[in-house]
């Protein structure tokens, strides 16, 4: 069993909008030593992927995942075959980009939406089949490949789901976002999941839709979600995904690294 202590804080580095040294030194002056590359698609280009090993050496501050784009047209399972086919090609290649940069997880969302219910299983063998091949390029460079769970009518947006993948592609993991579930709790879909979970995004929200507001400010149990996760013996980074801005005016990394010091005292 793990302890909530532990966890290392991270954030994303959608939180600063871009990826080079500075942010790395400004994240680990407010004590997160741990981010998630994530921008929109054009910028992964602009990112200098070979100086991340020295940027992360002299900041104390690792670069832990990549989160591999999205949009409705780069997407692993789209209704267009050859549509999905050149998502593969992009997103292949920003695997090799990352191992080579020395990153450990790859964070990839199953599909996009809207999904008809008539075509789901279409989408499942669609998305299934693109995640063994990310899996095969992410273990070349001795990564592991975590598929988010989704909200709405996205696949991922049960356990039943995610099973499913890690059933078909036993080298799989698990991306948990804390505001995705709309369909089950957080701790039914933990339980089901249990050590598959690599790494996590984290965020509170209403039970509604997704919020990505700080812990605190929704409805989650996060003293016992954080008991879930020690329970499967979770033991990544603390991973916060939020808003650009809180609707408090919340906007610093200061701000996170208070937010886990009072959810690591629950």
């Not at 407010?30 to 994530?38: K, Q």
């Not at 832990?64 to 290649?93: G, K």
């Not at 390029?137 to 009518?153: D, H, S």
């Not at 507001?213 to 990544?236: A, R, S």
Request: proline share 4%; net charge negative.
């Amino acid at each position: 069993m793990t302890n909530r202590k532990n966890w290392r804080t991270g954030a994303s580095a959608c939180f600063a909008g871009k990826l080079d040294e500075s942010v790395l030194e400004a994240y680990a002056k407010a004590g997160i030593r741990s981010t998630e590359i994530s921008f929109r698609d054009p910028y992964y280009d602009e990112i200098l992927w070979n100086e991340i090993p020295t940027w992360s050496s002299k900041t104390g501050t690792e670069v832990w995942s990549i989160h591999l784009p999205f949009s409705r047209t780069l997407n692993i399972a789209h209704e267009d075959p050859a549509v999905s086919a050149q998502s593969m090609v992009r997103l292949l290649d920003l695997v090799g980009r990352a191992g080579n940069a020395g990153i450990k997880v790859v964070v990839v969302h199953p599909s996009s939406e809207p999904i008809p219910d008539e075509n789901r299983e279409h989408f499942l063998k669609q998305s299934e089949e693109n995640l063994g091949r990310l899996c095969a390029r992410a273990e070349e460079f001795g990564m592991v490949v975590g598929v988010e769970n989704l909200p709405r009518t996205c696949l991922g947006n049960c356990k039943e789901d995610i099973l499913r993948f890690l059933n078909y592609n036993p080298t799989l993991r698990v991306c948990f976002d804390t505001n995705h579930l709309l369909k089950q709790t957080n701790e039914s879909f933990i339980r089901a999941v249990g050590s598959k979970i690599v790494t996590l995004h984290v965020s509170d929200y209403d039970f509604v839709d997704e919020r990505h507001v700080f812990p605190g400010d929704g409805l989650i149990d996060w003293k016992q979600l954080q008991t879930e996760l020690e329970m499967v013996n979770y033991d990544g980074p603390f991973m916060y995904e939020l808003n650009a801005k809180d609707q408090d005016g919340r906007r610093t990394l200061e701000d996170v690294k208070k937010n886990h010091l009072w959810l690591q005292s629950l």
